[in-house]
């Protein structure tokens, strides 16, 4: 089974856009998502643009507000703190990477949590570890909600997590342990990758290794996740090998068009739950 990002997006994007017609009949007022965007990185500027015309079509109030790459940190983090007492916004987020001058700890520990729809603030960190309700990041969410498409009941199942980001491994170990899952975190230090994911009911990878796992690495029948999204001489790859791993799989992400669009719909959908926990107050 290839699992479809693009129509799980296009589900819950569909389902959002129903939702905030009902908020907006209920409160006479929409989510709204305000996006800073500091430079010119090129990824950056294509993610924004999406996050926007996503926001857009839900039916979301959404603004970008654009810096220079050399812009002040002052003027950010005041522009954070103004939009932190503003109604009007939901949601917060500041697209990374910041330029080097811009303290990235700083930035994320100025947003509201309450507004942190990224949830990277330590807040939401330490309210999602602790099991707690919190805004969760959202390629980890997006992961979640396919894993949970292909298998409804994960209690028990072996989970293999590759890598440990702050944004993806960490906040998925703690999705899969919420699940009953038992994880195994592995990283650039583990010392035999191939032995531990064959063991694997459940494979995540968020490398960014192009085709790092194999096909005799995996377990038949498990269920692999490719977080990896890899620019290569023959176009995008995943850190999996796709050619070989999805003759074993049961199910598997393709890249792209796998995690990479829940992404963004699971922004939107993090911005609706912070608008409707502010209702609801
Ligand atoms: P990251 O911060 O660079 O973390 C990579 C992790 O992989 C680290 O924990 C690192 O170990 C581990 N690692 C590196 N080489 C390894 C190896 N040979 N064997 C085992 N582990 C290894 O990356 P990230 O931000 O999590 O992103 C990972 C990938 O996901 C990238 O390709 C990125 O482009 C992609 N991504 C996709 C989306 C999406 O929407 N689909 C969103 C975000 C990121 P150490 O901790 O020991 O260094």
Redesign the pocket.
Known sequence: MIIDGKKAAADLRADLKKKIAELKSTYNAVPGLTVLLVGEDPPSKIYVKNKEKFAKEVGMNSEVIRYPENIEETVVLSKIRELNNNDKVSGILVQLPLPKHIDKRKVIETILPGKDVDGFHPINVGNLSSGYDSSIPC?PL?CYLLLKKVEKNLNGKHAIM????N???KPMTQLLLKENCTVTI?????KD?KAECSRADIIIA????PK?VKGDWVKKGAIVID????KTDSGLVG?VDFDEVSKIAKAITPVPGG??P??IACLLNNTVECFKKVQSK
Do not use: E
Not at 162 to 165: A, V
Not at 186 to 190: A, E, L, P, Q
């Open positions: 390629t997006g590759i890598g440990r980001s944004l993806n491994g592995v990283h650039s230090k583990t990758l968020a490398v960014g290794k790092l977080v990896g999204i890899n850190d995690v990479g829940m992404t």
